[in-house]
């Protein structure tokens, strides 16, 4: 399979404690994007970089947050000191920047990881 | 602020009737994007919509864009069980954000 992947798939951790997820892009995809759901919402952005930069963070990112994807490969996002607010899908996606104007630009997204705090 | 919009956010479809999602978007835009969600998933691209007036159609489903109207719609035609489902439009900002709407959950019955 050579989709977006993302590990753990599920998380459980009490508030307070500090959590990791891991996102794999699409091999030749020099985009990703991090994005969180809640339930009956539709997807939120969080983050973006391209290859190691992070370009783009939203203010929904508190100083809680920190992204990372140090070699343009995979990324990891930490949330520090868990709140019960935080209990969501994390959701990564990838895409290709193209030369090409007429480029879709489409995101392809992992399965996620859901996150609970107890 | 943008604001996608779309409606119905539910809808209760009869196996082989016709239906029409709508959604709104609050600035210009060419590039409108369809995902669909199942239950527990993630999303899965439909397609993408790149210039006014852009039709593309997949099996029972089609998209189009209206980017003076700032209006996309889904049209489904004699809906299946098999397209039950969260469907999802979402705007994409020069920075390559995505800002979705908060999705339809469509049921189809039998």
């Known amino acids: 399979d050579t989709g977006v992947s993302q590990d753990p798939r599920h998380k459980i951790t009490k508030r307070g404690q500090n959590v990791t997820f891991r996102c794999d892009p699409i091999?030749?995809?020099?985009?990703l994007y991090w994005y969180r759901q809640t339930l009956g919402q539709g997807p939120e952005f969080l983050t973006y970089?391209?290859?190691?930069?992070?370009?783009?963070k939203s203010r929904l990112l508190s100083d809680r947050f920190s992204a990372e994807r140090p070699k343009g490969s995979f990324s990891t996002l930490e949330i520090q000191r868990t709140e019960q607010g935080d209990s969501a899908m994390y959701l990564c996606?990838?895409?290709?920047?193209?030369?090409?104007?007429?480029?879709?630009?489409?995101?392809?997204f992992g399965p996620g990881t859901r996150l609970t705090v107890l | 602020e943008l604001k996608v919009e779309q409606n119905p956010l539910f809808l209760s479809m009869q196996e082989g009737k016709n239906y029409t999602i709508y959604c709104n978007y609050s600035?210009?835009?060419?590039?409108l994007y369809w995902y669909r969600q199942d239950p527990g998933k993630s999303l899965e691209s439909l397609f993408v919509?790149?210039?006014?007036?852009a039709v593309k159609q997949e099996g029972r489903l089609m998209a189009s864009l209206d980017t003076k109207a700032r209006l996309s719609t889904l049209h489904i035609t004699a809906a299946v069980h098999d397209l039950s489902a969260t469907y999802f439009c979402?705007?994409?900002?020069?920075?390559?954000?995505?800002?979705f709407g908060k999705g339809t959950l469509l049921t189809v019955n039998p």
């Open positions: 600035t210009t835009s060419d590039r």
């Open positions: 979402a705007w994409m900002s020069s920075n390559y954000k995505l800002t």
């Open positions: 970089f391209q290859n190691e930069a992070q370009l783009e």
């Open positions: 919509l790149l210039s006014n007036g």
């Open positions: 996606a990838s895409s290709l920047e193209s030369i090409w104007l007429a480029s879709s630009d489409t995101q392809y």
């Open positions: 091999s030749e995809h020099n985009r």
